[in-house]
């Protein structure tokens, strides 16, 4: 029953087999004998790989995976039609591109310009304290500090003010030997027991107090010897203190330092006296401009960049120490100089490229070398004229959707043979 069953069709799908082969086979036979008109010299593969137009069909490739290529046109593992590579598309480093597709992408050139490039630095710093106004406050002997005037770090103090005041029995003993020799007439003994005291940390002030009043001081007060703030504060009272204790430092605020790196490439553009201008992002919409103070000597061996450092008078404090700021130095200009857009430039690992586009629809990879950058500008020593229009939006090429690597896989298949064995550019290398 199942055998009867299931013997009904077959003589229907033996027409159907029969008749697909016949027609295979007499269209075949037309196609042979179409390419044998159309070339005499045999090729029949030649001609089925024409487009309407004529032109060789190398193969199909896939529009986002160029390692995906097939004899015959069918669709890509994503669904998308294969594309063809011609045969006439490739020379000199060319692919080919349909205008719809290069509209669609919104694809923009720019030419080739001569002009002159400002070799300006954009780059950020942080303010810190003038170190020429910095002092710090150490103890000649060891004491204790009997009264503490100031009480934490920030705090403001004047010139003249009293800061702490220190009982130190040595300081004590060496007063009292100054008195005795006074007393005694000795010339000699007398300059021997001031210039002890001065060693001690007494003031000239304080020692011809004491010579007048003839009045030892237990308690030594200790005066701020400028203007500023206390930056740090290691002391407490009643604390036990030593020559190597450091007691507080002072920082004056009226001048300030702004701090700057630039690249190690960047480090022969930069000079004492050159203009900056500087920018904090909590006063937006005010500019200081000043000009370069010192240049560091010395490459930092861990960030390969060149401390530049910038002087600003700071009468209203406004400045604070540790703050970021937005720096732009101007660095001179390069005149007459080829420059392109710096979008437009590819780099990788090996070179640097850009696509000239060629019109109709055509583009090519040009190996290039760069110079300075400035801004969105970028100068190109080598690899082009002036005039020639590249692709400023060349994200299409290096872009998933438009599959970069594809494009320039192709290039390099279908360059001269002495190219080929040359690194291709990895798309993901791109910047």
Request: net charge negative; hydrophobic share 35%; glycine share 10%.
């Amino acid at each position: 029953m199942r055998m009867r069953a299931g013997t009904g069709p077959w003589p229907a799908r033996l027409l159907l087999v029969l008749a697909l082969t016949g027609l295979g086979g007499c269209g075949q036979d037309r196609e042979q004998a179409a390419g044998k008109d159309a070339s005499p010299g045999g090729g029949d593969d030649k001609a089925s790989r024409a487009d309407s137009g004529g032109r060789e069909i190398l193969y199909w490739v896939a529009p986002m995976d160029p390692d995906y290529r097939r004899d015959e046109p069918g669709k890509s593992p994503m669904g998308m039609d294969l594309v063809p590579v011609y045969a006439d598309e490739g020379g000199g480093g060319q692919v080919e591109i349909d205008p719809v597709v290069v509209q669609n992408l919104g694809v923009r050139t720019a030419e080739v310009e001569r002009d002159r490039l400002w070799r300006r630095i954009d780059t950020v710093g942080y303010v810190d304290y003038d170190e020429r106004f910095i002092s710090h406050i150490h103890l000649r002997t060891d004491g204790w500090i009997d009264r503490l005037n100031v009480k934490s770090d920030g705090e403001r103090v004047s010139q003249g003010q009293v800061l702490f005041e220190l009982y130190s029995r040595e300081l004590v003993n060496a007063q009292e030997e100054y008195l005795q020799a006074l007393n005694s007439g000795n010339s000699g003994l007398k300059l021997a027991s001031r210039e002890r005291l001065q060693a001690l940390g007494m003031t000239s002030a304080q020692i011809d107090t004491l010579a007048r009043t003839h009045k030892v001081e237990q308690r030594v007060p200790y005066h701020a010897r400028q203007d500023g703030i206390v930056d740090a504060l290691h002391i407490r009272e009643g604390m036990y203190v030593q020559p190597q204790t450091e007691v507080m430092t002072l920082a004056d605020l009226s001048s300030v330092w702004i701090r700057v790196d630039v690249f190690e490439r960047q480090a022969d553009w930069v000079e004492v006296g050159q203009p900056v201008e500087v920018r904090l992002p909590y006063l937006p919409g005010e500019v200081w401009e000043g000009e370069i103070e010192f240049v560091h000597p010395r490459i930092d061996p861990e960030t390969r960049t060149l401390e530049v450092r910038l002087r600003f008078d700071n009468p209203d404090e406004r400045l604070k120490p540790d703050m970021y700021a937005d720096v732009r130095i101007f660095a001179g200009p390069k005149e007459d100089i080829l420059i392109i857009p710096r979008e437009a430039l590819i780099r990788t690992g090996e070179n640097e490229r850009v696509i000239l586009a060629l019109g109709e629809g055509r583009f090519a990879a040009q190996e290039v070398v760069s110079g300075i950058e400035s801004g969105d500008w970028v100068e190109i020593m080598r690899g082009l004229e002036e005039g020639q229009r590249i692709v400023t939006s060349g994200q299409f090429l290096i872009d998933s959707e438009s599959s970069i690597k594809g494009a320039l896989n192709r290039l390099d298949a279908a360059g001269d043979p002495g190219q080929r064995d040359q690194p291709r550019m990895n798309a993901n290398e791109h910047e």
